[in-house]
């Protein structure tokens, strides 16, 4: 991965309520969905203005699959869309874009924009964009530890290329996710160990610039421990307890 992008933060998205956004306006879901990228293209343009290296946006899930078919058929349209039509505008802003998740089960045009973006945005230094599709972590951490040839592979550095791939991303910094639901989905579950966790009510399609910049002044004023203690609770003289 890029250096400078990898000294810069990470931050991954659960974009939530897309269906409830179109059903409270009495709205077929998928049109949820459409007015979602939108929301897409808000926080990828604003990504690199905020200090975010890699952006990961969770857009289909391996559990996905068992919703109704139709909705099923309009997102892998909507994602193939974003593809073919968003690339030039992502190369044109230095955004290199990465699918993560299974392809063999994506439809073949699909898969083929994806490679296509990739190789597009192959140069791309300002944002490394991830899309997760037919995406879930369990199944990303057992294929990573079906590829480990030996003990150099089971340390947490090593274990952590396995799941990257050929790139070199950091873990999650902060993670986001709208419409007020708190749980993780299976998403990133290794990447997340130490990472922020921002909800919001806020609805995916409504989301904008300025609610990622209020995740990221929160996550600003948090205390990063990682299991040890604050800068000042080092320097802190004891307090005796009687
Ligand atoms: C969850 O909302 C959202 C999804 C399953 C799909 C997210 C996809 C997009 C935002 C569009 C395509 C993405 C890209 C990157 C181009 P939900 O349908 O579960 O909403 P609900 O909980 O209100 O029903």
Same mark, same amino acid.
């Given at each position: 991965m890029q250096s400078s992008l990898q000294s810069k933060l990470h931050v991954a998205i659960i974009m939530d309520g897309n269906g409830r956004w179109a059903t409270q306006r009495r709205l077929p879901r998928k049109i949820g969905h459409r007015i979602g990228v939108e929301a897409v293209r808000r926080v990828v343009e604003a990504a690199p203005k905020l200090g975010i290296g890699t952006l990961t946006l969770y857009a289909f899930s391996a559990d996905n699959w068992r919703r109704p078919e139709a909705e099923v058929t309009a997102l892998m349209g909507l994602l193939r869309r974003y593809m073919r039509t968003e690339t030039a505008r992502l190369v044109r802003a230095g955004v290199r874009l990465t699918a993560v998740g299974r392809r063999d089960r994506l439809p073949e045009d699909? =898969?083929?924009? #994806?490679?296509?973006?990739?190789? =597009?945005? %192959? /140069?791309?230094?300002?944002?490394?964009? $991830?899309?997760?599709? &037919?995406?879930?972590?369990? &199944?990303? #951490?057992? /294929? !990573?530890?079906?590829?480990?040839?030996?003990?150099?592979?089971? @340390?947490?550095? *090593?274990?952590?290329? %396995?799941?990257? *791939?050929? /790139?070199?991303?950091? &873990?999650?910094?902060? %993670? #986001? $996710?709208?419409?007020?639901? /708190?749980?993780?989905?299976?998403?990133?579950?290794?990447?997340? =160990?130490?990472?922020? %966790?921002?909800?919001?009510?806020?609805?995916?399609? &409504?989301?904008?610039?300025?609610?990622?910049? @209020? !995740?990221?002044?929160?996550?600003?004023? $948090?205390?990063?421990?990682? *299991?040890g203690l604050v800068e000042s609770e080092e320097r802190a003289p004891a307090v005796a307890v009687s």
């Amino acid at each position: 991965m890029q250096s400078s992008l990898q000294s810069k933060l990470h931050v991954a998205i659960i974009m939530d309520g897309n269906g409830r956004w179109a059903t409270q306006r009495r709205l077929p879901r998928k049109i949820g969905h459409r007015i979602g990228v939108e929301a897409v293209r808000r926080v990828v343009e604003a990504a690199p203005k905020l200090g975010i290296g890699t952006l990961t946006l969770y857009a289909f899930s391996a559990d996905n699959w068992r919703r109704p078919e139709a909705e099923v058929t309009a997102l892998m349209g909507l994602l193939r869309r974003y593809m073919r039509t968003e690339t030039a505008r992502l190369v044109r802003a230095g955004v290199r874009l990465t699918a993560v998740g299974r392809r063999d089960r994506l439809p073949e045009d699909l =898969a083929a924009s #994806i490679e296509w973006a990739e190789t =597009a945005s %192959l /140069q791309g230094q300002a944002l490394n964009l $991830r899309i997760a599709l &037919d995406y879930s972590s369990r &199944d990303a #951490i057992l /294929q !990573a530890a079906a590829m480990a040839r030996g003990p150099e592979d089971l @340390t947490r550095e *090593g274990f952590s290329r %396995l799941l990257n *791939g050929e /790139q070199d991303y950091r &873990d999650v910094d902060l %993670l #986001i $996710r709208t419409s007020g639901e /708190q749980r993780l989905s299976d998403f990133l579950l290794w990447e997340c =160990a130490y990472s922020e %966790l921002h909800f919001t009510d806020r609805l995916w399609p &409504d989301f904008g610039a300025e609610d990622l910049e @209020t !995740a990221l002044e929160e996550f600003h004023g $948090r205390d990063r421990r990682f *299991g040890g203690l604050v800068e000042s609770e080092e320097r802190a003289p004891a307090v005796a307890v009687s």
